[in-house]
Each structure stands twice: as structure tokens, then as C-alpha cells.
T-cell receptor, first 113, second 115 residues
Framework: QKEVEQDPGPLSVPEGAIVSLNCTYS??????FMWYRQYSRKGPELLMY????GNKEDGRFTAQVDKSSKYISLFIRDSQPSDSATYLC?????????????FGKGTLLTVNP | NAGVTQTPKFRILKIGQSMTLQCTQD?????MYWYRQDPGMGLKLIYY???????DKGEVPNGYNVSRSTTEDFPLRLELAAPSQTSVYFC??????????????FGPGTRLTVL
């Protein structure tokens, strides 16, 4: 079983739709969870950062972590064509002293106008 | 403030050639990383560094070498290029003062093709 599993998609939705992106993981030591957004032919950029279980909201984006199920999600409300990108989940066992991230393979999202 | 910069943006190599991918950051980050990204395969860590003079292997180090003589620069060396090294290479840095080391900032990438 891979440490981090992410459905590669592709996922295509109409503008205004609610998008749900997910990752599962097997390492129960993961505590820090991130979502990166990567536009075509660009480097990844940090979108959301959460610690342990719970929800975090930032504008149209909500990140959820369920450590009991080893499952994380990113929700995008009122999706826009500018949200079209690859979304990568990433996680690590601790901040500060352990800095190595484990990435999912990424989900390609297209939002159609 | 340019962030993380990488050169070149594109390169085609012949099998057996050597090259150095350059990476520079101006954020005074201690930690720097090199990843490769193959289509549909996510990001794989090649090497990382926690400060000048300190480097260590990541998940896929074979065929690569690194050095870190300054805080700002972290070049990646390919000695004998092979077709399996065709990929997009990303450099990243982390650890802003007072921040958490896991927040990594990525450069724009170098697209390398080995023929």
C-alpha cells in the first residue's frame, strides 16, 4: 500500500460547481497536511495547511482532515475557470524537525465556463 | 524578492552528457530540496539540504549529486545523463524565520529531456 493515495482524475466540472478532492494515507504518524495547487508548466504553490484533525476554511477553499479514517479532503465552492490546475496533497510527520513531505500524485481539475 | 529561481527552463541532453541545474533562493531559507516530477507520478525527493555544507539523500538520489556552499544556492548535478532522467525538476526551499519547515516554496522548474 502506498503511503499516500490520490485519485489522479482528470476531473471536469462546470463553473460554479462544488469540487471535492481527496487523499488517503497509511502512515498514522502524519500530523501536518497540505494542499498544493500547480498550474500547467508552473511550480506547485501552497494553498492550504492544516495540523491534525479538523477543518480549515480560507475563502472558497475548505480543508478537512479525519485522522481516524486517514482521509483528507479539499473542497472548492463556487469553482471558477481559474481554479483549473493540478491539486497535490502533501503530508509530513511533524513540523520543524521533520521537513520531508510525502506527496500524492495529484488530481487534474478542469473547471469549464 | 524573487523567491526561488531555477535555470535553465528547458534543456535537451544527449545520453552520457553532464549538466548542472541551478537553484537560488533569496528568502534566507535554511532548508532546500530537489524534486523530480514525472507525468502522473507526483513529486519525488532527490536530495535535500538543511543548511550550508549539509546535504542528504532523498527517495531517488541515484544519478545525481548536490552541493550547498551557501545558504542561497543549491545546484543539482547530473554526471552521466540517461533517458530515465527525462523529467521536470523542481527546487524548493522552506523555513521562514519563525515558521514551520513544512511550508515549501517551489521554483518554476527545469524541463529536461535526455535523448
Amino acid at each position: 500500500q502506498k503511503e499516500v493515495e490520490q485519485d489522479p482524475g482528470p476531473l471536469s466540472v462546470p463553473e460554479g460547481a462544488i469540487v471535492s478532492l481527496n487523499c488517503t494515507y497509511s502512515n498514522s504518524a502524519f500530523q501536518y497536511f497540505m494542499w498544493y495547487r500547480q498550474y500547467s508548466r508552473k511550480g506547485p504553490e501552497l494553498l492550504m495547511y492544516t495540523y491534525s484533525s479538523g477543518n480549515k476554511e480560507d475563502g472558497r477553499f475548505t480543508a478537512q482532515v479525519d485522522k481516524s479514517s486517514k482521509y483528507i479532503s479539499l473542497f472548492i465552492r463556487d469553482s471558477q475557470p481559474s481554479d483549473s490546475a493540478t491539486y497535490l496533497c502533501a503530508m509530513s510527520t511533524s513540523g520543524g524537525s521533520n521537513y520531508k513531505l510525502t506527496f500524492g500524485k495529484g488530481t487534474l481539475l478542469t473547471v469549464n465556463p | 524578492n524573487a523567491g526561488v529561481t531555477q535555470t535553465p527552463k528547458f534543456r535537451i541532453l544527449k545520453i552520457g552528457q553532464s549538466m548542472t541545474l541551478q537553484c537560488t533562493q533569496d528568502m534566507n531559507h535554511n532548508y532546500m530540496y530537489w524534486y523530480r516530477q514525472d507525468p502522473g507520478m507526483g513529486l519525488k525527493l532527490i536530495y535535500y539540504s538543511v543548511g550550508a555544507g549539509i546535504t542528504d539523500k532523498g527517495e531517488v538520489p541515484n544519478g545525481y549529486n548536490v552541493s550547498r556552499s551557501t545558504t542561497e544556492d543549491f545546484p543539482l548535478r547530473l554526471e552521466l545523463a540517461a533517458p530515465s532522467q527525462t523529467s521536470v525538476y523542481f527546487c524548493a526551499s522552506s523555513s521562514p524565520p519563525g515558521g514551520l519547515a513544512d511550508t515549501q516554496y517551489f521554483g518554476p522548474g527545469t524541463r529536461l529531456t535526455v535523448l
